[in-house]
């Protein structure tokens, strides 16, 4: 079973930007749909976007839609996710997970064993 790899945390001050980086390993990213979720001290995680095989994108917290844009790059094996005026409330652990399709309920991916080790964003001045 392979496993993706996150990278691109780290500390931004409120306002700030970051693109957080996922590869993998043992697998290729571009034969599955790659999601982000992020899960905050104490809180449950939660699901942030998703992207298919073919592009399509979905969006599971819309209130971070305008402000976070999932992208591929199958050539470099890559997916990322750009986030832009970072706020407090979005500092977490950013996980990458991989499936046969986007699934917004995390537990899915518990089944797939689809989790990484995560990525550190901290927004503070």
């Known amino acids: 079973q392979g496993h993706t790899v996150e990278s691109g945390g780290g500390l931004v001050e409120p306002g700030g930007s970051l693109r957080l980086t996922c590869t993998s390993s043992?697998?290729?990213?571009?034969?599955?749909?790659v999601a982000w979720f992020r899960q905050a001290p104490g809180k449950d995680r939660e699901g942030v976007s998703c992207?298919?095989?073919?592009?399509?994108?979905?969006h599971y917290t819309g209130l971070l839609k305008s402000r976070f844009t999932i992208s591929r790059d199958d050539a470099k094996n890559t997916v990322y996710l750009q986030m832009t005026n970072l706020q407090r409330d979005d500092a977490a652990v950013y996980y990458c997970?991989?499936?046969?399709?986007?699934?917004?309920?995390?537990?899915?991916?518990?089944?797939?064993?689809?989790w990484g080790q995560g990525t550190l964003v901290t927004v503070s001045s």
């Open positions: 997970v991989f499936g046969p399709d986007c699934y917004k309920d995390s537990r899915t991916y518990d089944v797939l064993d689809a």
């Open positions: 043992g697998f290729r990213l571009a034969d599955y749909a």
């Open positions: 992207m298919r095989k073919n592009g399509d994108r979905e």
